[in-house]
């Protein structure tokens, strides 16, 4: 079976920096990602990875222990516009099946 | 642009009528895939088709159908709509060997 947590909710202030943690159990791991997705609105990418480390693109950043079965997303300089819930889903194969967790709804204070 | 696009984007059905939920993609993808997100959950996969090839996740409900004539599309068909399958249901697309999935945009169902 597959175990994917991760925080219910995170509040944090505009300007700000927050991490949203991940943990998976899963029978195989290929990679994982990583989707933003608003209130009523489909998921959208925003990072995957699927060797070790720390991927930075802009203001987002996803890191990935494989031997820990950890990754973390990282946000910079929060805007309000960041709030959404923020998906981690693991990949078992390139066929691309996702298995995905609750969610963290991350909501940003002025 | 390129897209996946989900009709319609809401659609009201009452308990134990059918109804067809559509997905369309101009990306050229072989990979289609339906979820099932339910309020304040995680996407849930029902199935998703490679090529022509239907892969049905063990857990899902017989009531759950799905058709795809050909690349471009593909239907969800809920046989006999129940209160419990009102939800959000995400189409996404992707190509084998690549792990990012498109996602449309999503049609809401509400079941009477």
């Known amino acids: 079976g597959q175990n994917i947590d991760q925080p219910t909710e995170m509040t944090a202030t505009e300007g700000a920096i927050v991490q949203i943690n991940c943990t998976y159990q899963?029978?195989?791991?290929?990679?994982l990602f990583w989707y933003q997705q608003h209130a009523g609105e489909a998921p959208t990418f925003l990072s995957y990875n699927v060797l070790d480390g720390l991927e930075e693109k802009g203001r987002f950043s996803s890191f990935l222990s494989r031997s820990k079965g950890y990754s973390y997303l990282l946000l910079k300089e929060l805007q309000m516009k960041d709030s959404a819930s923020y998906l981690c889903?693991?990949?078992?194969?390139?066929?691309?099946?996702?298995?995905f967790g609750r969610g963290t709804q991350l909501t940003v204070w002025p | 642009d390129a897209m996946v696009i989900q009709n319609p984007r809401y659609q009201v059905t009452q308990f134990g009528k059918p109804v067809t939920l559509s997905c369309s993609q101009t990306?050229?993808?072989?990979?289609m895939y339906w979820y099932q997100q339910k309020s304040s959950q995680a996407p849930k996969l029902l199935f998703h088709?490679?090529?022509?090839?239907?892969?049905n996740e063990a857990d899902t409900p017989d009531n759950f159908q799905s058709r795809r004539p050909n690349t471009s599309f593909c239907f969800l068909d809920i046989r006999s709509p129940g209160l419990g399958d009102a939800a959000m249901y995400l189409c996404a697309t992707g190509r084998k060997d690549e792990p990012e999935q498109f996602f449309g945009p999503g049609t809401r169902l509400t079941v009477l």
């Open positions: 990306l050229n993808h072989n990979v």
């Open positions: 889903a693991v990949t078992k194969s390139t066929l691309g099946r996702l298995y």
């Open positions: 088709y490679y090529d022509k090839d239907f892969n």
């Open positions: 899963t029978s195989g791991f290929n990679g």
